[in-house]
């Protein structure tokens, strides 16, 4: 059982993926690898920055889960943030052999220490998909710009934005996998079993492969739908944010459930 405000790793990697997962710091001074969906920080210049944490539930992790984290959280706390450590910190965290990201697969950030991706206008499939696992999993505060194709280089050049999905560069199709799978794959996210079965259906809704996974042709219908639904690109991924959760819920924790309407009907009482 955990420490007073504390979590564990096999609790925290629960909710990551989540909408609930809690904002993840790591404050360790050097990392080769990073925690999913987590944010660097400096646990020296705490006070500079911890008061954009107020009122958040925070999760702090350190080399051991220590002095370091154990300062930082505090420190959280007296701003108003619901702050714990990771138990025994990010060696727990490997020791158990629960995933990381490489820190070099990842692009550059701006100014506001956001990754900036670029692709094209009118999503589907993969421009929705891709921008949920980079929330959910990379950086819950990335930023994705939707523009016309012709467009895409010249925005990446300009804007330092990562293209993706697109023709000709690291994150797109390759072979027979679609950018979600290669997303997946590079960023070493392959340790989490329910996005590896997601990644299938992901597949053959974006290929028109749909006998792959019997899911497909729904998320391809629920896919399709969003987009006459919205005919602003960013609240379409805002409502799909909502859609690959659940799916990713089902992937998770549902696939052996059914469902069917007689097993909810009343039984007619006898006379």
């Given at each position: 059982m955990p420490a007073f405000n504390a979590i564990s790793?096999?609790?925290?990697?629960?909710?990551?993926?989540?909408?609930?997962?809690?904002?993840?710091?790591?404050?360790?001074?050097?990392?080769?690898?990073?925690?999913?969906?987590?944010?660097?920080?400096?646990?020296?210049?705490?006070?500079s920055w911890a008061d954009v944490y107020a009122g958040r539930q925070v999760v702090v992790a350190c080399v051991n889960g220590h002095e370091r984290s154990a300062g930082?959280?505090?420190?959280?706390?007296?701003?108003?943030?619901?702050?714990?450590?990771?138990?025994?910190?990010?060696a727990a965290w490997k020791e158990a052999g629960l995933p990381t990201i490489d820190p070099e697969k990842l692009p550059r950030r701006d100014r506001r220490d956001r990754t900036v991706w670029v692709t094209r206008a009118r999503p589907k499939v993969d421009r929705i998909a891709c921008p949920w696992l980079i929330?959910?999993?990379?950086?819950?505060?990335?930023?994705?710009?939707?523009?016309?194709?012709?467009?895409?280089?010249?925005?990446?050049?300009?804007f330092g934005a990562t293209p993706f999905d697109v023709e000709g560069v690291l994150w797109s199709h390759r072979g027979e996998l679609c950018t979600f799978d290669v997303m997946v794959e590079e960023l070493g996210l392959t340790g989490f079993s329910a996005l590896a079965h997601l990644a299938v259906i992901v597949r053959g809704a974006d290929t028109a492969r749909p006998e792959i996974a019997p899911?497909?042709?729904?998320?391809?219908?629920?896919?399709?739908?969003?987009?006459?639904?919205y005919s602003?690109?960013?609240?379409?991924?805002?409502?799909?944010?909502?859609?690959?959760?659940?799916?990713y819920r089902w992937c998770r924790d549902a696939v052996d459930e059914t469902h069917d309407w007689v097993s909810h009907t009343p039984r007619r009482s006898r006379k």
């Open positions: 790793s096999d609790k925290l990697v629960r909710l990551i993926g989540t909408p609930d997962c809690p904002t993840v710091l790591d404050v360790r001074s050097e990392a080769d690898a990073l925690l999913p969906a987590s944010f660097r920080r400096s646990a020296e210049d705490v006070e930082v959280a505090a420190y959280l706390r007296t701003t108003g943030a619901t702050a714990e450590v990771l138990e025994g910190g990010f929330r959910r999993f990379v950086d819950p505060e990335a930023v994705f710009l939707y523009v016309a194709p012709a467009e895409v280089t010249g925005v990446s050049e300009r899911q497909a042709a729904g998320l391809v219908a629920a896919s399709l739908g969003l987009s006459r639904m602003d690109d960013l609240e379409q991924l805002e409502a799909g944010m909502v859609l690959y959760d659940a799916f």
